[in-house]
């Protein structure tokens, strides 16, 4: 058992649980934009998506659940890394510039993370854990996105999260160790694809909607 | 190669020792030739302090070829300089312009304590390569080199792992002050390699446990070590090191 | 005094087996009663501290870097030769032996070579389990090359960095023991002293250069691997920290010091340019493979080197040496180089440059192919002198490079000290007159992975060595000189810095103890470097305490040494008085103006014994037999 403990400890252990986890959310985003599209075919069509998801019963109880401890797993774990990153460079530079290898995404990620987490919580407590009594999601959905100010910050928080996947996608993939001279710039590619089709598909909901 | 005499300001990290505070100190410099070696230049100011009986600042540095993996300051926030694939004392002075302030650095992190200006201790590096960085094989019982063919394109793959110098440069430019770079690359090399096989499993678990114990930070993959790497080593190695690590935890034996 | 080799008796061939089986041995359980100094981390030192631990031995290993990794035959390019005769060219133990003691310009021990010929295959095995990364055909086995003065393709290389890869097998190796306790590392120490109690080497000092203490280390022998001291020249090929003091200070306790007129001049490196320049580059000599060598025939000719048509260059080793053409050894084409240039054909700002040009090379096997096997020195070359050699020819000019002059060591190598042990540069043993390229690799891994595991063994099992204690006078005596010497050198306050007398003390020897030598300049710097180091005793500056991190003092007292062993070299060239490999004397020279040796009266290593700074050194000579080779003037026509 100790193996396994200490293997998760590690450096790359801890890594890999980032990538994994990045990774299934990576898969958890795709099917969220899916089921949000369903907007644009109208409210039936979209509330009677609603009501499909929540007849799977215990299948999505255990699917949140799973979501829910894989979110536990990459907030905690990223907390822990942050913290030994910076304890391993107590004096900052005094001039300090890229040589070229980070990006604007790379730098951020413990911010947008951040973001991601504060909007993830807000999110849940509008849609998810708000009163549903004679509200559909369909309605929670348009009423708060029908507010520019609410309709921006969602904007800003889906940008976060563009960025968070841009770095994130190809990142996990080199953390797991999948890097070949033949597959690693298909990755890449494809990791900024998904990072804008992301953004794009999310964002494009609020701004119909506003602009409506 | 047409010399020309430029005039610097260099705001140099000044620290007596380890646990002394230190602060930039600013010198002037004229008369600087562009075909200096930067290290040259940090020399002439050496001379200067010492004819002014101040003390000349410290640095390290041995071959001035690019290849001991001596030297190393972050110059202006770049380590080892503007230029890539470059050490220190292989950066020249023709990449600076006539009136250029630049602040000199030593190495920052944890695992590398300042000993006096820029000097550092980089025995971290050292520790990492006697927690597993070999093949055991003893002097006097080995087969004809020829007995194991290994492919050219094998042989190279390591040979571009192999080419680290230990300068600490990956380390030093790396946002979270990682090793992954210069570990990643012995791993590997050892990795692709038939001979260093047998060891592969507890090599890359022990490198790994002395990295993190020594305090170095994790690797996100900001990809500011390969950059600055002075022997352009890929990250491709750390994605095999990665690849080793999660590989020795499931086929080990160990429990 | 009389020098005996302890040259086995027997076949030329089986000498080295013989001798193995006639060494006594130290059986395992006694292995680890015995602690063993070595001092320096290059090649030598770092392959003999690995073996030896493994044989079970206590290892103490210091090196001035912050890490073993960074000593200077890292720096080595080129490659390492061995007698594989994998490419089937001919080659063969007793060829490698032949080429070298030729090379050498017969001024070498015929056993000590054959036994280098000998173990080079082992190295190259030992190596490749090590993990190093040697170059390989594509059906994976290793490649090879040719290198100066031989005409078989066998020198093994892993690209433009073979002493690195080696240096950091051995390093591995080394690290392992390390791993395992049974090397102890002290890094960032300087040897000041050796200890000799009862005549016998029994320990060390060292000053720790980060907290300036001075500390004393006991042993039961001390090995010295401490490379050359080709930086009393001041600008060298040498790392800027490689010094003599090791050496110097054995020799001061009584090791005799042999041939240290031999220095190697290395044909292939970038010129110098400035005043403030602090060291000099060489190109490797594997780039003579490809490169072809030449000047402008009309002196003085400026024009751009794309500018000179085919017919009014000079091809001139070529046209000299049609046989070995570009690939002549080392001492012969700097001394051409020089030629050239002293007769105002050399090019580039100074005029103290040759061309080494790839154009048809690169015609011939495409940029790429040329990329491959020496990209990195061609970048190397474009960072320091900002001149693309793809396309403009690099300019070279000679440098110095290796000293094949050392302490003087006998076929155990063992100085004439008991219990003083030398390895790699820092003894005179293989190379002769001048070191064939490729050989100096091979030399310090012999020395290190399979001499002295074998000889060391016997040394001990013949003494009865009392323990030592570290107070014990010697120890108390050399402290306080060491310490004496650093006082006093931080109290001159003088008007010139450390590297100012350096410089000096270099032209001084570059001009006159140079590439070529004669006997009215030698004894001009026999006037000349007494002067030099009395100034120097009177108004050098050195900042700082000795209690403390302080790089100019280090530097002082490698000066100082330098200071005194200038002038032994130059004695012992004053005295050998004939030409032979790369020390070349005007007054013996053939009429095609090649080195004429005179085997009648110098076809011995002259040992040179200590009497004392101001007194003249005292010279023993060890007479060379030679049974197996005959004797000629060397020809690479």
């Known amino acids: 058992m100790s193996w396994t403990v200490r293997m998760l400890n590690s450096s790359i252990g801890r890594k890999q649980i980032m990538a994994v986890t990045g990774l299934a959310f990576c898969l958890f985003l795709t099917t969220h934009l899916i089921g949000n599209l369903f907007i644009y075919a109208g409210e039936d069509a979209f509330n009677s998506y609603v009501e499909h998801l929540h007849s799977l019963g215990p299948l999505i109880h255990i699917a949140e659940m799973g979501l829910a401890f894989f979110a536990l797993l990459h907030v905690s774990n990223a907390i822990v890394l942050i913290i030994r990153n910076r304890l391993s460079r107590p004096t900052r530079y005094a001039k300090y510039k890229s040589t070229g290898g980070r990006t604007l995404a790379s730098a951020t990620m413990p911010y947008t993370g951040s973001l991601i987490l504060i909007f993830l919580i807000f999110h849940l407590l509008t849609l998810k854990f708000a009163d549903h009594t004679d509200k559909t999601v369909y309605d929670l959905l348009a009423q708060s996105l029908a507010n520019p100010i609410y309709a921006g910050f969602y904007i800003l928080f889906i940008v976060a999260v563009g960025f968070h996947v841009f770095h994130g996608v190809w990142s996990a993939f080199q953390t797991i160790g999948l890097n070949h001279p033949k597959y690693t710039p298909l990755i890449r590619v494809a990791g900024i694809l998904f990072s804008l089709v992301i953004t794009a598909g999310f964002a494009s909901i609020p701004l119909t909607i506003v602009l409506k | 190669m047409s010399e020309k005499n430029i005039s610097l300001t260099l705001r140099v990290w000044r620290q007596a020792g380890p646990h002394v505070k230190g602060q930039l100190i600013t010198y002037h410099l004229d008369d600087v030739s562009t075909d200096m070696s930067f290290l040259e230049m940090i020399d002439v100011l050496n001379e200067k302090l010492t004819l002014r009986d101040e003390d000349p600042i410290a640095f390290d540095h041995d071959c001035r070829e690019g290849i001991c993996g001596m030297c190393g300051a972050v110059v202006d926030g770049q380590v080892h300089g503007p230029e890539t694939a470059t050490t220190l004392c292989q950066l020249h002075m023709r990449h600076f312009t006539d009136g250029d302030t630049i602040i000199v650095e030593p190495f920052r992190s944890r695992a590398f304590p300042i000993i006096k200006d820029l000097v550092v201790d980089r025995s971290g590096l050292d520790k990492i390569i006697q927690a597993g960085g070999y093949i055991s094989a003893s002097t006097g019982g080995s087969t004809d080199a020829n007995a194991m063919p290994i492919p050219t394109q094998t042989a190279e793959e390591a040979m571009d792992a192999a080419a680290c110098i230990g300068c600490g440069a990956c380390v030093a430019s790396c946002p979270n002050a990682s090793a992954m770079l210069f570990a990643g690359a012995k791993v590997s090399q050892l990795a692709l390699l038939p001979q260093g096989k047998a060891e592969r499993e507890k090599r890359v678990w022990s490198i790994v446990h002395k990295m993190d114990e020594l305090g170095f930070g994790n690797c996100s993959n900001e990809r500011e070590c390969e950059a600055t790497c002075p022997k352009e080593i890929s990250i491709s190695h750390i994605a095999r090191f990665n690849r080793e690590f999660t590989r020795a935890a499931f086929v080990s034996r160990e429990k | ?637």
Request: contains cysteine; aromatic residues 10%; hydrophobic residues 35%.
């Open chain 3, 1 to 637: 005094m009389h020098l005996d080799a302890k040259i086995p008796s027997g076949p030329l061939a089986e000498k080295w087996d013989k001798h193995k089986f006639d060494l006594k041995l130290v059986s395992p359980a006694n292995k680890r009663k015995f602690n063993i100094i070595i001092v320096g981390t290059g090649l030598a030192g770092s392959s003999a501290a690995a073996s030896l631990a493994e044989l079970g031995y206590n290892i103490q290993s210091f090196c001035i870097q912050d890490s073993p990794r960074r000593a200077h035959s890292i720096a080595a390019q080129g490659g390492i030769n061995a007698a594989k005769n994998y490419p089937n060219d001919g080659d063969s133990i007793h060829r490698l032996f032949y080429d070298t003691i030729k090379g050498g310009d017969f001024r070498s021990r015929e056993a000590n070579v054959y036994r280098l010929a000998q173990v080079s295959n082992q190295i190259i095995d030992h190596c490749v389990a090590l993990g190093v990364p040697f170059a390989r055909e594509y059906g994976g086995g290793l490649a090879t090359r040719s290198f100066g003065g031989a005409q078989v393709s066998r020198t093994f290389y892993a690209r433009g960095q073979t002493g690195q890869q080696l240096l950091l097998g051995a390093y591995s190796a080394m690290s392992r023991q390390i791993h395992l306790g049974k090397i102890t590392m002290f890094p960032r120490r300087e040897i000041l002293d050796i200890i000799l109690v009862d005549g016998k080497a029994r320990g060390i000092i060292v000053r720790n250069l980060i907290t300036g203490d001075i500390e004393r280390y006991t042993a039961h022998a001390v090995i010295l691997a401490t490379g050359g001291y080709g930086n009393v020249f001041n600008l060298s090929t040498n790392a800027i920290a490689s010094n003599a003091t090791a050496i110097w200070k054995a020799y001061q306790k009584g090791a005799l010091f042999a041939n240290p007129c031999f220095t190697q001049i290395h044909p292939t490196c970038i010129p110098v340019h400035g005043t403030y320049q602090s060291k000099l580059t060489l190109m490797s000599e594997s780039l003579r493979n490809d490169g072809r060598v030449w000047v402008p025939k009309k002196p003085g000719d400026k024009r751009a080197p794309e500018d000179i048509p085919e017919e009014q260059r000079s091809y001139y080793l070529e046209e000299k040496y049609p046989s070995f053409g570009n690939l002549v050894p080392r001492d012969v084409a700097s001394r051409n180089a020089k030629e050239q240039c002293d007769a105002g054909r050399g090019v580039g700002d100074t005029g103290f440059s040759v061309y080494l040009d790839f154009h048809d090379a690169i015609k011939r096997m495409g940029e790429d192919a040329i990329r491959s096997k020496y990209g990195n020195l061609f970048q190397m070359y474009e960072k320091i002198v900002a001149e693309n050699p793809y396309k403009t020819p690099m300019k070279i000019y000679p440098a110095v490079h290796y000293t094949m002059g050392g302490l003087w060591v006998d076929y155990n190598l063992m100085s004439n000290i008991p219990g003083l042990f030398v390895l790699g540069e820092a003894n005179f043993s293989d190379h002769g007159a001048n070191r064939l390229g490729a050989s100096a690799l091979m030399q310090g891994l012999a020395d290190g992975y399979f001499v002295i595991p074998n000889t060391l063994g016997n040394y001990l099992a013949e003494q009865t060595l009392n323990p030592v204690e570290t107070d014990h006078p010697s120890f108390q005596d050399s402290h306080s000189q060491a310490l004496e010497k650093m006082h006093k050198l931080l109290a001159i306050k003088g008007k010139r810095t450390v590297d100012d007398f350096h410089k000096e003390l270099g032209h001084v020897m570059w001009d006159n103890c140079g590439m070529q030598r004669n006997a009215k300049d030698l004894e001009k710097a026999l006037e000349l470097i007494p002067a030099i180091r009395e100034e120097f005793w009177k108004n050098v500056t050195v900042p700082g305490n000795n209690d403390d991190f302080n790089q100019s003092l280090e530097k002082a007292y490698r000066v100082a040494d330098f200071l005194e062993l200038a002038e032994l070299m130059v004695h012992d060239a004053l005295a050998r008085k004939e030409s032979c490999g790369g020390h070349f004397r005007e007054e013996s020279q053939t009429d095609e103006n090649e080195a004429k040796r005179d085997d009648k009266n110098y076809s011995h290593v002259a040992a040179w014994e200590y009497q004392g700074i101001e007194s003249k050194p005292r010279l023993h000579k060890e007479n060379l037999k030679f049974e197996n080779v005959q004797l000629t003037q060397r020809s690479y026509k």
